[in-house]
């Protein structure tokens, strides 16, 4: 009986390890599948920060994919973070060619929230609901404190702060003054990390209003990114008082 009763817990055990191996054989085929899908997105969401350009075509490809990566019952920041930038580019290529702008818009603010839900200190995230809800809704108020998030949480991410100072300084005059002031000292920080043709492209923008507020905020550049400045800005014929820098000769022949 003993031999007996020992030969049926060996067979229970084997079973038992046969039952494991097969769960752990479709739970690895899961998430291989799981995480080939995330990197697909990933490695777009990338390019797509890094400023690459992608056919409206392309991108809606990757749209099973992007909602798979939302839908997913476990937290994974990463791939809704990637899901969220490739929704951003399509709302932005939506805003640009006036097709289907609402229904992007309304995507890419669930999906931003999604993001959020999981990992609330992603500061371009902050931007991009600061930026979706202004555009769905109109500029708000309430609003701000989107943005104020974003630059709290990023304060020294250039390629957040070549969106955002943008857009900070369309409004520069409905901000508070703390985000008025880490709008100024944003500019100036993408200045002095040698950002000069994006500078000139804010400065000559929307910054152009602020100019007085803006150019005094420059003093503590270092001088060869604000001889760099001067000199852009006085190629296109703008005439301005840059801090430490004279001013170009104005002869004909220059």
Known sequence: MPQALN????IAVRISLVCLGLLAVAWGTQAMAVFARQV???????????GDPFKSETLATLMPQVEAAERAERCRPAGLHSA???RTRIAEQ?????????????????SVHRS?????????LWFVLYWVESNRNGFQA????????SYQLGPNESWIALKRNRYALAVFRRLPPD?????????????????????VAIFTGPG????????????????????AFAKALYKLGYDVDVPGIARRDPRPWD
């Not at 030969?7 to 060996?10: A, G, T």
């Not at 939506?94 to 890419?108: I, M, N, Q, R």
């Not at 152009?208 to 001889?227: F, I, M, N, T």
Request: one cysteine or more.
């Open 208 to 227: 152009w209003p602020e100019r007085a507020l803006l150019l005094p905020g420059l003093k503590d550049v270092a001088e060869s990114h604000r001889q």
């Open 7 to 10: 030969k049926y817990c060996q």
């Open 84 to 86: 969220a930038i490739i």
């Open 142 to 149: 309430d609003y701000l404190s989107y943005l104020r998030l």
């Open 40 to 50: 697909a997105i990933e490695r777009v969401a990338a390019r797509v920060v890094n």
């Open 116 to 124: 959020l839900a999981c990992s609330p200190a992603d500061p371009f």
């Open 179 to 199: 985000l008025a002031k880490m709008a100024i000292t944003e500019f100036a920080k993408l200045l002095d990390t040698g950002f000069y043709a994006d500078t």
């Open 94 to 110: 939506a805003l640009f060619d006036g097709a289907d702008v609402d229904a992007s818009l309304l995507s890419l603010s669930d």
